[in-house]
Structure formats: structure tokens, C-alpha cells
């Protein structure tokens, strides 16, 4: 799913940056990305030929308050509906770090990793338990709490540069980050069509809502009962709440990279 956005006479698609490949294209048209944000997880694209239509986005500026009722088309024709449930909030990264796979004792100063996953990017990547991790991206690693903090900052599909001494020996390893992986729970509310958004935290001043979409089915925009233009939809988070980013947090992400597109 897209958002197809009009501004000075340009037109541009806005969707989710983590359902967004490297090669993107629309028919028998490429699109080409010109920027992604990972702190809002969208991703901005453009095609040679102007689009028709598109929403004005500078006509983005409306109230929009709890219990607002929203709709979203979705790519088959139909729409669906529901209400805006609360917000915005900030969504801690609790899913949505990149995972490496490799654990420092706790309180170990230097930061001595004890367990690495089998099958990990660390694992992958020959990093070994009893390595003191000194550097991660070239900053100085002096203890397992700096380990953690520095982790907490990456996302999946970024590449650390550790650096790890192991006896006498220093290595230097550059290693492509993932998500971590999902945690499969028995209870009720973890079974639902779709499943969550594998990019569903780690966003500042989001909504929430109880529109009923697929993780597939998310970058696509939402309106009000005015027809008025609300967002899009950013991640599916549970059973219950799917997340909305609102139409002028959309417009300061496109103003942003706009002059990239000059």
C-alpha cells in the first residue's frame, strides 16, 4: 500500500519503509526511492511520470481528536472503518532494535559477551563467547551497559562494526543486523489474520486505532467522516490497535527530503 501526495506540482508516494524492498515498481513503471526514515519507518518514492491526483499536502491541516471516525481503502476496492482509539504516545524500541544475537554478562566491565544464539548474525559471524567487546561503530565500549545502550540506537539491517579482543588477539567484524525473532505466544490475543507488524514500536507521537488491517496491508492513507485526509497507517501492534501517523507528522517527513528531489 501507498499514499500518492501533490506538492508544488510534484507528486510523490509516501509508504512503510520495512515492506519496501530495494527495487520497487508500479505496473510497468519503476519508482525510484529517494529517502527512508527509520524513526517513522516510512519511505519516500517517486516515479518519472507526474501521477494524477494525489492529496494536497498542503491542505493537511484539520483537528482530529479520540474518537474520530476513520476510513482506509485498501488495494482490493474496499474499505474499511473504525475510530481513532487515543495518542499520540511514544512507542518504546522493544521489537524493533537490531538484534545481533550475542549477550554480555551482566555488570561485566569490559563487556564480556557469555551467549551467543546459534544461527545469529553474531553466530553467523564468528563472534564467540569470552570476546570483551571494546568498539561498537567505532565508539568506545567501556562496560555491558554501554553494550545495551549502544544497541538500543541500531535498527535491523544496519551494519555494526564490533570490535573484540579475544586473548591477544583484536577483531574487527562488520555485521548486517536483523530482527529479532518473534517470540510465538499461546494466548488468544496473539492469534489474529496477518499476525503483528514486525516494525510496529519504536515511534515518537504516534496514534493508535482500531482499524482492522493486515501488516501487508499498512502505508496506505486514512480519512475522516469529511473526507478529510488523517494519515497513514504505519504498523499493525496487536489484536486490538493498529498505528497511525498523522497527516502533518507525513508532511514534515516529505518537506524534509523535498529539496533532495529538486
Known sequence: MGTVLSYKGQTFIVSKSSLVGGSVTMGNATLNIIARDPNTDLVLLRTAAKLKGGIKLD??????????????????????SGILSGGPIDLPKTYSAGFL??????????????????????ALSE???????????????????????????????????IKVKREAEEIEKA?????????????????????????RDGFKQIYTTDLVLRPEQCGGPVFDAQHNFCGIT???YSRVNSLLIKADGIRQFVLEMYDSVQ
Open 175 to 199: 555485521i548486517i543486523l536483523t530482527y529479532s525473532p518473534e517470540i510465538v505466544h499461546d494466548h488468544p490475543a496473539e492469534h489474529f489474520a496477518g499476525g503483528k507488524s514486525r516494525r
Open 59 to 80: 491542505e493537511t491541516d484539520h483537528s482530529l481528536h479520540t474518537g474520530s471516525f476513520l476510513f482506509a481503502p485498501l488495494a482490493d476496492t474496499s474499505t474499511i
Open 101 to 122: 544475537g550475542a549477550t554480555p554478562m551482566h555488570n561485566s566491565s569490559p563487556a564480556k559477551i557469555f551467549f551467543v544464539r546459534a544461527g545469529s548474525p553474531a
Open 127 to 161: 563472534i564467540k563467547t569470552g570476546d570483551l567487546v571494546t568498539q561498537l561503530n567505532g565508539q568506545p565500549i567501556a562496560d555491558a551497559g554501554a553494550f545495551t545502550d549502544a544497541m538500543s540506537k541500531t535498527w535491523p539491517g544496519d551494519t555494526l562494526k
Open 234 to 236: 504505519i504498523a499493525r
